[in-house]
């Protein structure tokens, strides 16, 4: 299991958008402990630039060990959910997902594109991503924090990699449909446009030498 993170949150009995804007002022961030032996959920509060770091190196699917009030005891988590200010994008609210590290969990895992197309450079194609994320299936120590895919074989507009193409470990289940396009090789609008105005000049040409050819007649 990769190094996991660990971060320490109190408990909150703050509640209402007075009391929870108060928190912000002070840099602390309001949020909630829900899921593996959390019935009702639980109220925390963290240090906002603190919480800022660990998600940096976290992101969403990176597990966390969340410690409750320095008493030493750590849950297991994920960040679920984060909610941003609309303008400004500051936070606001973190949620936290609890869970059974003997238990598979499901989770969207992004899809990172690596290497170089040798269409793009050889026959002025384009890269195009059709799928952002996976829909995976893991114990939670075996969910990646993302998903390389490596587009160096893509030498031909038409080329794709599909879902059923890609190379995960054997304790990854992919629930998503294998049939997908996750990348594929097309046209590029250059390429296009260029072609559009060579037939654009052509039938202008076909029309300028029909119009000669009726003025003779």
Do not use: C, W
């Not at 593996?36 to 060990?65: C, H, P, W």
């Not at 409750?68 to 609309?86: C, N, W």
């Not at 559009?196 to 003025?215: Q, V």
């Amino acid at each position: 299991m990769a190094h996991v993170l660990t971060l320490n949150v109190t408990s909150r009995a703050a509640r209402g958008s007075r009391k929870l804007h108060a928190l912000r002022r002070q840099g602390l961030l309001p949020g909630v402990v829900y899921g593996y032996k959390v019935a009702d959920g639980m109220l925390v509060q963290v240090e906002r630039r603190t919480f800022e770091q660990v998600y940096r190196r976290a992101g969403a699917n990176s597990l966390i060990d969340l410690r409750l009030d320095a008493d030493g005891t750590a849950t297991k988590v994920f960040v679920h959910e984060i909610q941003r200010h609309p303008v400004n994008h500051a936070l606001l609210h973190v949620d936290f997902r609890a869970v059974n590290m003997d238990e598979p969990i499901t989770a969207e895992v992004s899809i990172l594109l690596v290497g170089e197309a040798p269409a793009v450079r050889e026959v002025d194609g384009m890269v195009m991503q059709v799928l952002e994320t996976l829909h995976i299936r893991a114990l939670p120590a075996h969910i990646p924090s993302n998903i390389e895919v490596d587009v160096s074989g893509l030498s031909e507009v038409g080329q794709g990699i599909n879902v059923a193409d890609l190379q995960l470990p054997a304790e990854v289940e992919v629930l998503t449909d294998p049939e997908l396009h996750v990348v594929h090789i097309i046209a590029s609008q250059k390429g296009t446009e260029e072609e559009e105005a060579a037939t654009e000049a052509a039938e202008a040409e076909a029309d300028e030498a029909g119009a000669e050819g009726d003025d003779e007649g």
